[in-house]
């Protein structure tokens, strides 16, 4: 009996929070149809955004996942000074309000910035333009893989990397042989998890883009746009799109991770 209603209240509480309010999106956007759903994230603009924002995903990606990598393996191998204060550091970002973050770029690469002059003079554009909105997707997004190797690294410890070495191995080759395998699907979890969050960044790019519509309007801020702009239809039709995105990354890791079980 406690079990049966500890699994109502959990799946109740899912589909109040997350389930609800996403069946209503899928609603609002095809009420009228598919047809202007389809047309209005077709638009020149639509079509645009969703691009820039992959563009964006796709460099914030993998550059966190490299640092999240090497960020892990220096909190977990590497005893030194400071460690604490990195280890603080990388939660920062699910601390501190995107809006917060994207006020803190402004000050530094604006043209009053601590770097923006330097910057403005040799004809760099960081502020309102692509550069800045990267910047603030890797930013929000830097936790999520050095959040999932550090435990996975301290649960299978240091015996098999150092009889790696033991026999011979460089570092590169217990790391790719040993290390790697042992962690790699903390790291594609930390992947999904930085994917999302880089499709799904509103605050922090919306202060430092600009959001000039068909230049630096990423498709969360197209969702805004069209909401203030009244066009429901635009609005929840593009917000079916980012949540497909999102969807299907998670999809897809549930679906080969079978297939590596196998092996």
Same mark, same amino acid.
């Given at each position: 009996?406690?079990?049966?209603?500890?699994?109502?209240?959990?799946?109740?509480?899912?589909?109040? %929070?997350?389930? $609800?309010?996403?069946?209503?999106?899928?609603?609002?956007?095809?009420?009228?149809?598919?047809?202007?759903?389809?047309?209005?994230?077709?638009?020149?603009?639509?079509?645009?955004?969703?691009?820039?924002?992959?563009?964006?995903?796709?460099?914030?990606? !993998?550059?966190?996942? %490299?640092?999240?990598? #090497?960020?892990?393996? /220096?909190?977990?191998?590497? !005893?030194?000074? $400071?460690? $604490?204060?990195?280890?603080?550091?990388?939660? #920062?970002?699910?601390?501190?309000? !995107?809006?917060?973050?994207?006020?803190?770029?402004?000050?530094?690469?604006?043209?009053?910035?601590?770097?923006?002059?330097?910057?403005?003079?040799?004809?760099?554009?960081? /502020?309102?333009?692509?550069?800045?909105?990267?910047?603030?997707?890797?930013?929000?997004?830097?936790?999520?893989?050095?959040?999932?190797?550090?435990?996975? #690294?301290?649960? %299978?410890?240091?015996?098999?990397?150092?009889?790696?070495?033991? #026999?011979?191995?460089?570092?590169?080759?217990?790391?790719?042989?040993?290390?790697? !395998?042992?962690?790699?699907?903390?790291?594609?979890?930390?992947?999904?998890?930085?994917?999302?969050?880089?499709?799904?960044?509103?605050?922090?790019?919306?202060?430092?883009? $600009?959001? /000039?519509?068909?230049?630096?309007?990423?498709?969360?801020?197209?969702?805004?746009?069209?909401?203030?702009?009244?066009?429901?239809?635009?609005?929840?039709?593009?917000?079916?799109?980012?949540?497909?995105?999102?969807?299907?990354?998670?999809?897809?890791?549930?679906?080969?991770?079978?297939?590596?079980?196998?092996?």
């Amino acid at each position: 009996m406690r079990k049966l209603a500890l699994r109502t209240v959990a799946l109740g509480y899912l589909a109040l %929070i997350l389930l $609800g309010p996403l069946s209503i999106v899928f609603w609002r956007a095809f009420e009228k149809g598919f047809g202007p759903a389809w047309s209005a994230v077709t638009t020149p603009a639509a079509m645009h955004a969703f691009q820039l924002t992959l563009e964006i995903t796709a460099i914030a990606v !993998p550059a966190n996942t %490299i640092f999240g990598v #090497l960020c892990a393996l /220096l909190i977990v191998r590497h !005893p030194f000074p $400071g460690k $604490g204060l990195l280890n603080a550091f990388v939660d #920062l970002p699910l601390a501190l309000s !995107p809006v917060v973050v994207g006020f803190a770029l402004f000050l530094l690469y604006g043209r009053t910035g601590w770097f923006g002059s330097w910057l403005s003079s040799h004809g760099i554009r960081v /502020l309102f333009a692509m550069p800045s909105m990267i910047l603030a997707t890797a930013f929000v997004s830097i936790p999520f893989v050095v959040r999932e190797v550090v435990p996975v #690294l301290r649960e %299978i410890g240091t015996d098999q990397e150092q009889a790696a070495e033991t #026999l011979g191995a460089s570092q590169w080759q217990v790391f790719r042989r040993v290390t790697f !395998p042992a962690i790699r699907w903390a790291v594609a979890y930390g992947v999904v998890l930085t994917t999302a969050r880089s499709l799904g960044e509103y605050g922090a790019v919306s202060v430092v883009s $600009g959001r /000039l519509a068909g230049q630096t309007e990423t498709a969360t801020l197209y969702v805004s746009d069209r909401y203030e702009n009244f066009d429901i239809v635009g609005a929840y039709a593009a917000s079916v799109v980012l949540a497909l995105m999102a969807i299907v990354v998670l999809l897809t890791m549930n679906l080969l991770r079978p297939k590596e079980g196998v092996h």
